[in-house]
């Protein structure tokens, strides 16, 4: 299935993509959903094109959790330029959050301020979503906890990120910047989660393509060790890494400015597109 937060008639609801139709479901939102199950689906259907597609997932328990360095041609392209901060290649997946109010929608306006960082970089993601509570849960077991998954681009203030030791909260947490949708495609009907091809476009130019075989740590192994003695809940949203092509690592330099249109797609997630417009953060 394919689930979805829709704007109708001037609220809010969760939804399962039918065709060129939104079913929609009773729950108050998709954590809801994940929590109690779809159960029967109703007779409430709407047009898709009735709709606007908005974030799937718009209510966060927690912090959004990532994945740094999830791909070694990533790592290896940064090698550098990292401002004085270059690492060796870490012997496990690297882990950090974001501020939930990152989150707009999958055609949303990504909010750009000049005032708060000079280079705006963008980073194509496969995000998942956690199904069912678990802690210290075996790699055997890990896709087990997956309820779905979806399309992020971690849209990063690189300065920021360097300027605050080495920590990346702060890089990545600028309100109202980080693209998630256009849906939630379950675990069942995804497949394998190493088997999806991603793109970041630029202006219509490809600068990452790549597929989640290229991984350092597979979804798995990433659900597995993150959730060692740390409990994982439904709702909970896990950004996987990005790979190689990042605006940062390039020469020159590509960094985002306003009025740039950025695409995040995937041959099995669908596509994002979002622009970059003015808004006052500082």
Known sequence: M????????????????????????PQADLVAVIEDGIGAVGNERVPLADVTLRAP???????????????????????????????????HPTFFTKGPDVVIGPYDEIAYDPAISAKWDYEAELALVIGKTGRSIPVAEALDHVWGYTLANDISQRDL?????????????????MPLGP??????????PQDVQLQCLLNGEVMQDASTKQMAYDVATLVSELSFGMTLRPGDL????????IGNAREPQVFLKEGDEVITRSDKLGELRNTLVYRELS
């Open 161 to 177: 990120q360097r300027a605050h030791g080495g920590q990346w909260l702060k890089g990545k947490s600028i309100d109202q910047t």
């Open 2 to 25: 394919r689930c979805v937060t829709v704007e109708y008639a001037g609220r809010e609801r969760p939804g399962v993509l039918d065709g060129a139709d939104v079913i929609l479901l």
């Open 57 to 91: 997932l718009r209510r966060f328990r927690r912090d959004i959790l990532c994945t740094g360095w999830n791909y070694w041609d990533h790592f290896e392209e940064s090698k550098g330029k990292r401002d004085g901060q270059d690492v060796d290649r870490p012997e």
């Open 238 to 245: 896990l950004l996987t890494g990005t790979p190689a092509g």
């Open 183 to 192: 849906w939630i495609v379950t675990a069942d009907e995804l497949g394998d």
